[in-house]
């Protein structure tokens, strides 16, 4: 299986631009990133997408969906939300983990998931995936190939 790693494009408070008792949208900016990166997985190959549920996750999973013709399952989830000031980081990491053994049961080995999400839990994947720490920037892809055990 492939999984297809998007970082949401950026954000109002990303940007610097984000004021509590608002939704944090994307930017102008992250707008612009959300149609280029739509277009650079217009011709991709994708059979899931699985996306957070908060609306700059949203509203880039919608540039993408303007742009593609193709039926596919959309899963909005919980389990890949970005991590809450009051979880501690063994459940966040625990939770993320599930997430992906979802996937490799969900899913069989020539399908290609889009995982749309955030900062955090996208590195928590990369770690568990493959021992990589690193962040993802804004509108960000990173491929990787997953065995199934």
């Not at 899931?48 to 593609?68: D, F, G, N």
């Not at 000031?85 to 490799?104: R, Y």
Request: proline share 1%; glycine share 4%.
């Amino acid at each position: 299986m492939k999984i297809i790693l998007v970082r949401h494009a950026e954000s109002l408070k990303n940007a610097g631009l984000w004021q509590r008792g608002t939704k944090n949208r994307l930017s102008q900016n992250g707008e612009k990133q959300a149609k280029e990166l739509a277009e650079k997985l217009k011709n991709r190959k994708i059979d899931c997408i699985y996306c957070s549920p908060t609306i700059r996750c949203k509203q880039t999973l919608e540039e993408i969906l303007k742009i593609r013709d193709d039926e596919m399952l959309i899963h909005l989830s919980k389990l890949i939300d970005q991590k809450r000031i009051d979880e501690n980081m063994d459940f966040f990491q625990k939770k993320v983990g599930l997430f992906l053994d979802d996937l490799k049961y969900d899913h069989n080995e020539e399908d290609v998931v889009l995982v749309i999400s955030h900062m955090m839990t996208l590195g928590t994947m990369l770690n568990l995936l493959k021992k990589e720490s690193r962040i993802l920037e804004n509108g960000e892809i990173v491929e990787i190939e997953v065995k199934k055990d």
